[in-house]
C-alpha cells in the first residue's frame, strides 16, 4: 500500500535462492538464482545487483557479504537429490507432524466442550467464573503444552550444536518438535503468559536456560537448549533468539546468550553464536549476525547491528 493505492506486481526468485525469516522481498522484484537474502534483510536495488556480482546480502539496506561460512560438506542425496527411499521416509515424517496436531486439538477440544458444558448448564454463574479457567487449563491449555514437553524429550531429549543436511532423521525430528510447539503450546498457552512469571517456568520446562526475574514477551524459541538468559533480561514483543539456520540446505544450530539486565527490542532477532553481553540494549528490528559478541554496556540498532 502506499499513495492510497494497492500495488501488485510479478515477483519471481529463481532456483537455488534462499530468502531469510523475516526478510522483505519487495513487489516486481527478480531475485536471480543461487542468491541469498538474509534473515530481516531486504535484496540490494536492481541497479547495485547488476554491478556487483555477489550472491550473498545481508542488512537493511542491504550490503554484500564477500565471504560467508563454509558448510560441512554433505553428498547431494542428503541437500538436494534424497533417493527415493528417503523422499518417502520423509513423506511420511511430514504427514505425521502435520496430523498430529490437528488431533491432538481435537481431541482436547472434545474433552473440554464436554466437561465445559455441563459446568455452564449445571452451575450457578460465580461458580463458572471460578471453574471455567481450570476447566480451560485441564483440558485444552496444559495437555496442549506438556504434548510437546513429551514430544521434545522422546525425540531429542536435549538440543546440541550441530550441522545437518535438511534430508536427514535429525533435521526432521527438530522440525517435528518446533511445528507441535507452534500449533499446539504457543496459541492454547503460552501466547497468554507473555509477560507474567508463568512463561520463563514454562521455557525452563522445555529446556531454555532462564535465570532470575526475566521478562518475556515473546515464544520464538525453537532449540530450548540452545537459550541462555541472564538475570533481569528483557525480551520484548516477537523478538527470537535464532538458534538455528539453514544454509546451503544444511541445518546449523548453535548457542544464544543474553547476559543479565540486556533488553532485546521488538522484532530484533538474534542469529546463533552469538553471545550479548551485560547491560546491552538492542533497539527494535535490529538483526545481531552470528557469531557476534557485543560488549557490556554498550546500545545497539540496525541491521546488522552498529552502534548506536
Known sequence: MRGQQLILDYTEIDNNSFVGNSALIPQGYHLPGNMLIGVLSIPPEPAELEKNQAKDWFGSPAIALPRRQESNPFSAELTSNPSTLRFIARAIVEFIRIILPETAI???????????????????WYKILLYFPLYYLGFMGLPAFFTTVILKYVLVWKFKAK????????????????????ALSIPFLLDYMRGTPWLPIAMRILGVKVCKRVWMNTTDITEFDMVSLGDDVALNEDCGPQTHLFEDRVMKVGTVKVGSRSSVGAGTIIL????????????????????????????????????A
Open 272 to 307: 546463533y553464536d552469538t553471545e550479548i553481553g551485560t547491560d546491552c540494549k538492542i533497539e527494535a528490528l535490529s538483526l545481531v549476525m552470528k557469531g557476534e559478541r557485543l560488549a557490556p554496556g554498550t546500545d545497539w540498532t540496525g541491521s546488522p547491528v552498529q552502534p
Open 163 to 182: 550441522q545437518r543436511p535438511m534430508w536427514t532423521w535429525s533435521v526432521w525430528r527438530s522440525e517435528a518438535i518446533t511445528t507441535t510447539y507452534e
Open 106 to 124: 481435537i481431541i482436547f477440544s472434545i474433552l473440554f466442550i464436554a466437561y465445559a458444558h455441563d459446568l455452564v448448564t449445571q452451575y450457578p
